[in-house]
């Protein structure tokens, strides 16, 4: 398997920021860590080794990035307001930085899919329905489509902006509409322990996007199925399997 590892100084974030990539070809997935997670956290769980075939063969390759989400969103020690900034800056680095990056490799008009698991599944989630003209897919696996858990009943301009199941009601405009219903969405939950925030918001997106006429796989597992990486391991490769079947990756 090729693997690449690269850093670069973020003028957006302030810092250097950590990336790895594995595979050699086929579509770009941009992978979310879980909450405060690092860039080498889908490798250490072993979720890159139970996808391990998808990469070898050139159908898919990834590319893990790094989170800022004890600076944004999980930083209780600053107003909400303060850490929707510090979000916003992420953005900018994902969209301005990683983006372009993944396009010199795989082409400079190459669309990506998202994923992750937990917060991970929070943003890929977040990015694909703010970002359609960069993202023609997500695979969110035991995300979140709001910020409550972190922000409760509080809502600003940018938690608004950040919570697909704020603003994805409201929107009208076909420029994000229909790209929405040309893309591939999965969204996946257990029914186990840890898991009763995702599956609310899941079943919520399930009759958001359903009213918008915008196809989604909504997947709810059995209540055997918890949030953790046992089950995370199984559902990955499960849809990447059958996203190849319909010839979509």
């Known amino acids: 398997m090729n693997i690449e590892y690269h850093k670069w100084h973020s003028h957006n974030i302030g810092r250097d920021m950590e990336i790895k990539v594995y595979g050699h070809g086929g579509k770009g997935i941009l992978v979310f860590p879980a909450q405060g997670g690092r860039f080498f956290e889908f490798e250490d ?10 990469i070898n063969e050139g159908i898919v390759r990834f590319y893990t990035v790094d989170s800022v989400d004890n600076e944004a969103w999980a930083n209780f020690h600053v107003s909400p307001g303060s850490r929707g900034h510090r979000h916003e800056e992420y953005d900018r680095y994902i969209i301005t930085e990683v ?16 994923t992750g698991c937990s917060m991970g599944g929070y943003h890929s989630s977040n990015f694909f329905f703010r970002h359609p003209d960069v993202f023609d897919g997500m695979i969110s696996l035991s995300g979140l489509s709001s910020l409550n858990l972190f922000v409760g009943d509080y809502v600003d301009e940018r938690v608004y902006l950040n919570s697909p199941m704020l603003f994805v009601p409201n929107l009208q405009d076909d420029w994000y509409l229909e790209k929405y219903r040309h893309s591939h969405i999965i969204i996946c939950s257990g029914q186990g322990a840890w898991e009763d925030e995702m599956i609310h918001d899941a079943v919520a997106m399930r009759e958001i996007l359903h009213a918008k006429g915008i196809p989604a796989w909504i997947d709810l597992w059995g209540q055997d199925v918890n949030h953790d990486w046992p089950w995370w391991r199984k559902q990955l490769p499960y849809f990447l399997g059958k996203l190849h079947e319909q010839h979509v990756i």
């Not at 983006?99 to 899919?113: A, D, I, R």
């Open 99 to 114: 983006v372009p990056f993944m396009q010199s490799q795989c082409g400079e008009n190459s669309k990506f899919f998202t």
């Open 45 to 54: 769980f072993s979720m890159i080794e139970t996808v391990s075939w998808f």
